[in-house]
């Protein structure tokens, strides 16, 4: 762990923020003034458009972790102290490095490292993949999206082939239409009476061409919604992430006749 220290305005917020830039890890706040205030520099220095959002520390757990490669914490000595709700006047740890801060050059530093940075974001309309947009020509670059994984690219491009700035990430989606999820709403009124039910309607209701459909739109849903399986009731993650195991998990006929027995008249008779 590298530890970087000063007095108040010596530039460790502005650290924090050069380090989160360069390493794409969020920065951990301890409030959500906290996090408007980071927002706010890393605005005013020009590093918005770049830096990975900040999250608050109630919040670190609830986030999808996927590919984070860990976390800053900026005021450190104030977080530990809203943890433990006391001061912490001593500390031992494995492996520290501690440095001393000089605000003048990690503000100059900063400027200078993202004049030549850019990020690529998707576009979409709809579910349909567009286009990706550079942050500084506003360019079109066509990308292929990764059949497995959606809203995924391999990310080969490390410069925009129309101004040339090294490309240093890739933004979550934005959507020139929206997506419509209109379609999730009857599997979620099920999930929450029950499991085997929804089991019935899959397996015994819809066909193969239908179920193969359900299993692409529940992927889709899985990678823009996130999941939290502790959650009730059900995020419309963990709906998606219960119909996408149901779909890709084959079934033998005899239980579809269980199932059939099991609902069948039952569902037949509501209507």
Not at 3 to 28: C, D, F
Not at 134 to 139: D, V
Not at 155 to 178: D, H, L, S, T
Not at 183 to 211: A, G, H, N, P, T
């Amino acid at each position: 762990m590298e530890i970087y220290y000063g007095g108040r305005g010596n530039g460790k917020t502005i650290k924090a923020i050069k380090l989160s830039v360069e390493k794409q890890m969020p920065i951990v706040c301890w409030s959500y003034e906290h996090k408007k205030q980071i927002e706010q520099t890393a605005r005013e220095i020009d590093v918005k458009r770049i830096m990975p959002e900040p999250i608050l520390a109630t919040e670190v757990r609830k986030k999808v972790i996927g590919n984070r490669r860990g976390l800053i914490v900026d005021d450190l000595e104030i977080l530990l102290r809203r943890i433990l709700d006391d001061n912490v006047y001593y500390a031992t740890m494995e492996d520290c490095n501690c440095m001393y801060l000089k605000w003048w050059e990690e503000w100059y530093i900063v400027k200078e490292k993202i004049a030549d940075e850019v990020i690529l974001t998707p576009m979409y309309k709809g579910e349909v993949y567009k286009y990706h947009e550079c942050s500084n020509c506003k360019k079109e670059i066509y990308l292929e999206e990764d059949i497995f994984q959606p809203f995924h690219f391999e990310g080969n491009i490390k410069y925009c082939p129309f101004c040339g700035k090294e490309v240093i990430r890739y933004a979550k989606p934005k959507f020139i239409e929206e997506i419509n999820w209109n379609w999730l709403d009857e599997y979620e009124s099920v999930v929450e009476k029950m499991y085997r039910e929804l089991e019935y309607i899959i397996y015994c209701k819809l066909d193969k061409e239908q179920i193969d459909k359900l299993e692409e739109k529940s992927a889709r849903g899985m990678e823009y919604f996130g999941q939290d399986r502790w959650s009730f009731p059900y995020s419309k993650g963990t709906i998606c992430d219960i119909i996408h195991r149901i779909t890709r998990t084959k079934v033998h006929y005899t239980e579809k006749r269980k199932l059939e027995k099991e609902f069948g008249g039952i569902l037949s008779g509501r209507k």
